[in-house]
């Protein structure tokens, strides 16, 4: 009998639970070629994808797949975004989660046998990200000894580690490096050059991009197999070359970084 | 096997790396284990507040939390924790033994406040009526026999103690070859050979039982050893 | 045993004693606290920037919020499905089966001496050649929640059981109950009874223990602590709030318990001093909502 009140109790927990299980809605599936387009971008990288405490999102790449959506027949309240971290970039693609993806992916041949590409729409390269007054660092030869930050599970530091002979620290978060960079405790963070020119707009005049790069990262527009709007998405990044469209992103986002903004890349329409 | 052939020195460096961080963590716990349950039953009420205080509020926060404190709290802006000069790693490292002590102090502060709890009555008054002040009656009387006691609990608290190592993968903590410790390991082995996920997860299961396990065994055969007869 | 029969209750020179040593206490966390402020101060941490963000309902509705949700979410599915795999998994160990209850104790056994973060990542990485698409982080979490938080409740209602005087299964048996009619009616109702504040307990350990989703990210409090950084540069204020709130939410699940606890207590009316004295491992030292639990 009085195993109905405890009943009770675990059938309370039920509830809560089952209500908390309806409360998230991030795993609704994208309705694929409908009147809505889902884009899978970064959340967190300052500067090319992330989601600002007013729940819009900014970014490089959110400009770029914003341009490219108006291309393809979307308005921008059409698009919903969607958090793609790197390891899920290829099954989200694959299942159908998103119609299309920018969040720093690079093109590689392993990639590309399950995945397709439009693009690339910018060359990255590994770099390293210093303090502004620190004038002892000028390319990664000069990371001897030196301690470098990057997040776990890249193999950015320690690519500088074998090479170069550096100290890494890995964290699991970009934040955590430049806050320990800014508090001198490592002496350089390392990514793509775009992501660390994303920190040194954020924090004017504290950082800067040493220059040379030591990598070459082609970023593409992630598609599903077989996608439809491959070509249509080439000639949209071509003509966002042209017209400014391009330039107009990497400014209103990374003009400030100090960072000087390449060449476009040429569209490789394999 | 060619899994032991290519990973087989780091699997056992990583192990090294969770056995040297649970022996400190181990050690220091106790110890401020120890001192947290004597401020908890001190007749100073300052100290039964402090004492209070601490356990409430390390016991109610995330250990990956705690971790990330004693990096950015205690070692970036209060500069103490470890020394500026040290290495990297072993700075990391002496970070994550204090975070780990810190927070396990505090579970084995309760296992022995319920432990003082056991020691009957009579044994404390005795100990008073001839004349044993605080701190006498505390060592000489009842935290031996509280101690004896709680053997088994205090082996649980132990064994979640030598598992929570593998949280101080959030910070970071690698060997001076750059090794993480096991949960780490594990993970970059599950990155790069995908195609053996069960078996790289058993060899570290294993790993963890053969840590664990002597634990649970050698508390059981001493709480048999040492028990208060009454 | 009350902390007061270790010492005699102060006379007035104590009292005095006490004062002072109070003062003196003091004044030492005054100074530490100090320290802390005045270091943290030079490094910029109390800069009001860095905190008007936490009074911004923006940043509310649209980040901690969220992360609140995903925790809670993480913890409610968890719980339930640890809930439901302890009692499984005790009835099994407690089963008369040799073929039952070997399993059932291997099953137990070795999922509580594995870290659960190796649990997490197992679940993870296993999915993709289980052919599971795409990768659940979510149930990474929720499964590795279960798996240890359900062995560890296993072992609580099974010494719940043990606890037991050993009239109540004879009783049964005498009366022609079935071992498993024994099992349902009479020894599990009692030993969930006496055992809900450790099995309460355990529960506050998996709500911490959704914090490990962080490091597979999932998207629950903790992984707001870097969104909040992204937007205002405030990493050590963030952690602090987030920290406050997981404190919050601990001391409502104490409450919780505390209430239940003084509940079922009202209402028991068992044979004997349940679960009392016999399992001093599972005693819990429930000092204002702060109930024990396996870390």
Excluded at chain 2, 110 to 139: K, W
Aim: glycine share 10%.
């Amino acid at each position: 009998m009085k195993f109905k009140k405890i009943a009770a109790v675990v059938g309370a927990f039920a509830l809560a639970g089952s209500l908390a299980a309806c409360g998230g809605s991030d795993d609704s599936g994208s309705d694929a070629g409908g009147d809505k387009i889902t884009i899978g971008i970064k959340f967190d990288q300052p500067g090319l994808g992330f989601k600002k405490a007013d729940g819009t999102y900014a970014g490089f790449d959110v400009d770029m797949a914003t341009y490219i959506a108006e291309g393809l027949g979307y308005e921008e309240d059409q698009i919903t975004w969607k958090e793609a971290v790197s390891a899920n970039r290829e099954t989200f693609l694959k299942d159908g989660t998103v119609d299309m993806i920018l969040a720093t992916y690079s093109i590689t041949d392993e990639r590309k046998a399950e995945v397709d590409f439009a693009g690339p729409y910018y060359v990255a390269g590994q770099d390293l990200l210093i303090r502004a007054d620190d004038s002892s660092i000028k390319g990664p030869e000069d990371m001897k000894g030196k301690k470098i930050c990057s997040v776990t599970g890249s193999t950015s530091a320690q690519k500088v580690k074998d090479e170069y002979g550096a100290v890494p620290q890995e964290f699991d978060s970009y934040s955590k490096c430049i806050t320990a960079l800014q508090g001198g405790q490592i002496d350089a963070l390392t990514t793509d050059d775009i992501i660390l020119a994303g920190y040194a707009e954020e924090f004017p005049g504290e950082f800067k991009i040493v220059g040379q790069p030591f990598s070459e990262e082609n970023y593409g527009v992630g598609l599903p197999k077989g996608s439809e709007d491959r070509d249509k998405i080439n000639d949209l990044i071509e003509q966002s070359f042209e017209d400014g469209a391009w330039e107009k992103a990497f400014n209103d986002n990374l003009g400030n970084s100090g960072y000087e903004l390449p060449e476009p890349p040429k569209v490789d329409r394999y | 096997m060619d899994l032991f052939s290519e990973y087989g020195s780091a699997i056992l460096e990583a192990f090294g790396l969770t056995l040297r961080l649970a022996v400190f963590s181990g050690i220091f716990s106790l110890i401020l284990g120890v001192v947290l349950a004597v401020f908890r039953v001190s007749p100073v009420p300052v100290l039964r507040w402090i004492g209070a205080a601490v356990v409430y509020t390390f016991r109610n926060t995330p250990l990956t939390l705690v971790m990330f404190f004693a990096l950015f709290g205690l070692f970036y802006q209060l500069k103490i924790g470890a020394s500026q000069t040290a290495p990297l790693n072993e700075q990391n490292f002496q970070l994550a033994v204090i975070a780990l002590s810190v927070y396990t102090s505090t579970f084995v502060c309760e296992v022995l406040r319920s432990g003082i709890n056991t020691v009957p009555l009579g044994q404390a008054e005795a100990a008073r009526a001839i004349g044993l002040t605080f701190s006498q009656n505390l060592r000489l009387v009842v935290l031996p026999q509280a101690l004896r006691s709680v053997l088994n609990p205090l082996a649980s608290v132990m064994i979640a103690m030598i598992k929570n190592t593998t949280v101080a993968v959030t910070i970071g903590v690698v060997t001076a070859k750059g090794v993480n410790e096991a949960s780490g390991q594990m993970r970059t082995m599950m990155e790069n050979e995908a195609d053996q996920i069960v078996l790289i997860f058993i060899i570290f299961a294993i790993g963890f039982m053969i840590l664990t396990l002597p634990v649970g065994f050698l508390a059981g055969w001493a709480s048999k050893k040492f028990a208060v007869i009454r | 045993m009350s902390a007061s029969v270790l010492y005699d209750a102060p006379g007035p020179r104590a009292k005095k004693l006490n004062w002072l040593y109070s003062g003196l206490v003091l004044v030492a966390l005054l100074f530490v606290a100090w320290l802390v402020f005045s270091k943290f101060k030079e490094t910029g941490q109390w800069e009001g920037e860095k905190w008007t963000p936490f009074i911004d309902a923006d940043v509310w509705n649209n980040l901690l919020i969220p992360g609140l949700l995903g925790t809670l979410r993480a913890f409610a599915v968890g719980s339930l499905l640890a809930l439901a795999f302890g009692f499984v998994f005790a009835v099994g160990r407690l089963s008369p089966l040799k073929i039952v209850s070997i399993p059932s104790a291997v099953v137990v056994e070795f999922f509580r001496s594995i870290p659960m973060l190796l649990l997490m990542f197992f679940i993870y990485f296993l999915q993709p050649s289980l052919g599971i698409q795409p990768t659940s982080i979510f149930w990474a979490v929720v499964l590795g929640l279960m798996l240890y938080n359900g062995s560890v409740i296993a072992e609580i209602i099974r010494a719940g059981v043990h606890a037991l005087p050993k009239g109540q299964s004879e009783a049964g048996s005498a009366i022609g109950l079935t071992s498993g009619q024994v099992m349902r009616t009479i020894l599990l109702p009692q030993a969930v009874r006496s055992m809900l504040p450790a099995i309460i307990a355990q529960l506050v350990v998996l709500l911490k223990d959704t914090a490990l989703g962080y490091v597979l990210g999932y998207s629950e409090l903790l992984n707001q602590v870097k969104q909040l950084d992204i937007n205002f540069h405030n990493l050590i204020p963030a952690a602090i709030v987030v920290a406050l709130i997981y404190i919050v939410l601990n001391t409502i699940l104490g409450l919780v318990a505390n209430w239940i606890e003084a509940r079922t207590r009202r209402v028991a009316h068992t044979a004997g001093p349940v679960g009392a004295t016999d399992t001093p491992e599972l005693q819990t030292a429930p000092a204002a909502g702060m109930p024990s639990g396996i870390v």
